[in-house]
């Protein structure tokens, strides 16, 4: 009887530390969108020959800041637009964790306009000819219309949600063409802009904002959009040395200092200004969007300066959108490509956007498709769901630990820090794939339709 007692405890033992996984799923069909499974698995120690994810914890590597979006000057103006009790509800759903929201733990706002406001403005707007060195004319009047007001709900929601700012263009009076678009910064006015970069981020603090992190400047090797500067990297370094890094300094500003915020084409433009000795100093990092080259070209950067951060800042989905292949393109380069070449922060262009694609400047995107689309109903687009497989769980401060790719099977594990296990797994194959996940000595045995994309947490 005491024999037949310990066997059943011992059982039981068993099945307690059995480490259940949790399944939440997304088909290219659109037949399952982000779906929890009713199904769980329970990693045992059986063997077979199928291909296996290996995931190993105990090696490390960078701590992730967070998920998101750019929440442009257009998405807050629809957002501010909705009835209160339903603009409240969508917030919830996309910067909450529990239940079936999405958990967004990363914001990137625009400094002054971006394209996807509804016009261009800078915060110290004047007539041409005039100049105003010592900025006293300077006013958050624009973002205290929309993107104010709704980042403060936000914050309600998530109070530690991080926000990089990214100026597309100073104001016109500093620029050698006296326009929002192209030209570049007069070198006269180098230390006002620094000074006007310091005074955003203290007039935004006063708002109860805190700007985490700020690129310099918005694709600064891109001078066609409207607001947009062109900035080579020897400006960039001068700016950084000589001028915006002393004025943070003097003024005791902890934000980052982040380079580059351009494609992943050109790696040699960030790697040339860290080069950079005094420059390099104030500089935490350098981030990517992946509109030229490829995603791995981010590990160069790394690889030359690995005490430096890298951060994936930007991606556009093209209206209408194709769900099966914006979905699957995405997965593998951005929330799968950019984590595992390093990049601590994956972000999509745009937050949201109105049926016909609208606000945007004269000249500026017509066809951004928003990861939400706000017209009579709310509709998920694309990059709603790709953001949603990583964001919910890969919350900030996690890291990112190693697993092998096998067969088909693009994948990334994270550690978060309440000690789960995450892992985002792609069939990119045309046919169901079974295989194993490999963990701690032990596997699960599970299968992906073709194209599907499921998160494992245990």
């Known amino acids: 009887m005491k024999k037949l007692y310990a066997l059943l405890l011992s059982a039981l033992v068993l099945q307690t530390n059995a480490q259940n996984v949790e399944i939440w799923l997304t088909k290219t069909d659109k037949s399952v969108l982000f779906q929890k499974q009713t199904n769980t698995l329970s990693f045992d120690k059986v063997s077979n020959t199928l291909p296996s994810i290996y995931v190993d914890d105990a090696k490390k590597f960078q701590q992730m800041d967070g998920f998101g979006y750019t929440l442009t000057g257009g998405s807050t103006q629809l957002l501010s637009q909705m009835n209160a009790t339903e603009r409240a509800k969508i917030l919830q759903e996309l910067f909450a964790t529990d239940g079936?929201?999405?958990?967004?733990?990363?914001?990137?706002?625009?400094?002054?306009?971006?394209?996807?406001?509804?016009?261009?403005?800078?915060?110290?707007?004047?007539?041409?000819?005039?100049?105003?060195?010592?900025?006293?004319?300077?006013?958050?009047?624009?973002?205290?219309?929309?993107?104010?007001?709704?980042?403060?709900?936000v914050l309600a929601i998530n109070p530690k949600i991080k926000i990089l700012g990214s100026p597309w263009s100073p104001p016109a009076w500093m620029k050698t063409n006296n326009n929002s678009k192209g030209g570049s910064l007069k070198p006269e006015f180098y230390d006002v802009y620094a000074r006007y970069l310091v005074k955003y981020i203290q007039e935004m603090k006063k708002e109860g904002i805190t700007i985490d992190a700020l690129t310099i400047q918005n694709e600064p090797l891109h001078p066609g959009n409207n607001p947009s500067l062109l900035m080579p990297q020897d400006a960039q370094a001068t700016f950084v040395k000589n001028n915006l890094g002393p004025a943070f300094k003097q003024a005791k500003i902890n934000t980052k200092i982040i380079i580059y915020d351009h494609n992943a084409d050109r790696p040699?433009?960030?790697?040339?200004?860290?080069?950079?000795?005094?420059?390099?100093?104030?500089?935490?990092?350098?981030?990517f969007h992946l509109y030229g080259g490829n995603v791995e070209n981010?590990?160069?950067?790394?690889?030359?300066?690995?005490?430096?951060?890298?951060?994936?800042?930007?991606?556009?989905?093209?209206?209408?959108?194709?769900?099966?292949?914006?979905?699957?393109?995405?997965?593998?380069?951005?929330?799968?490509?950019?984590?595992?070449?390093?990049?601590?922060?994956?972000?999509?262009?745009?937050?949201?956007?109105?049926?016909?694609?609208?606000?945007?400047?004269?000249?500026?995107?017509?066809?951004?498709?928003?990861?939400?689309?706000?017209?009579?109903?709310?509709?998920?687009?694309?990059?709603?769901?790709?953001?949603?497989?990583?964001?919910?769980?890969?919350?900030?401060?996690?890291?990112?630990?190693?697993?092998?790719?096998?067969?088909?099977?693009?994948?990334?594990?994270?550690?978060?820090?309440?000690?789960?296990?995450?892992?985002?797994?792609?069939?990119?194959?045309?046919?169901?794939?079974?295989?194993n996940i490999r963990y701690h000595n032990k596997q699960v045995t599970t299968t992906l339709d073709a194209g599907s994309v499921a998160t494992y947490v245990w």
């Open 100 to 153: 079936n929201n999405i958990g967004i733990s990363y914001l990137r706002i625009s400094v002054g306009a971006s394209d996807l406001d509804g016009h261009v403005f800078s915060y110290v707007d004047l007539s041409t000819g005039e100049t105003d060195p010592k900025l006293n004319n300077f006013s958050l009047t624009e973002d205290k219309k929309h993107l104010i007001p709704v980042l403060k709900e």
């Open 298 to 435: 981010i590990r160069s950067v790394h690889e030359a300066h690995p005490d430096k951060n890298l951060y994936f800042t930007e991606q556009w989905i093209g209206a209408p959108g194709n769900f099966a292949g914006d979905f699957s393109w995405h997965i593998k380069n951005l929330v799968i490509g950019a984590s595992r070449n390093w990049c601590k922060t994956v972000l999509e262009w745009n937050l949201a956007a109105d049926t016909k694609q609208n606000p945007h400047t004269d000249g500026g995107c017509t066809e951004c498709l928003g990861a939400i689309t706000i017209g009579q109903d709310i509709t998920r687009n694309p990059a709603y769901y790709i953001i949603a497989h990583a964001s919910k769980f890969v919350r900030p401060n996690s890291v990112r630990i190693a697993s092998n790719i096998t067969m088909s099977l693009p994948n990334v594990a994270f550690k978060t820090p309440s000690g789960k296990t995450i892992l985002i797994v792609q069939n990119e194959g045309n046919k169901p794939q079974e295989f």
């Open 268 to 287: 040699d433009y960030p790697i040339s200004v860290l080069n950079d000795a005094e420059a390099r100093k104030y500089i935490d990092g350098s981030a």
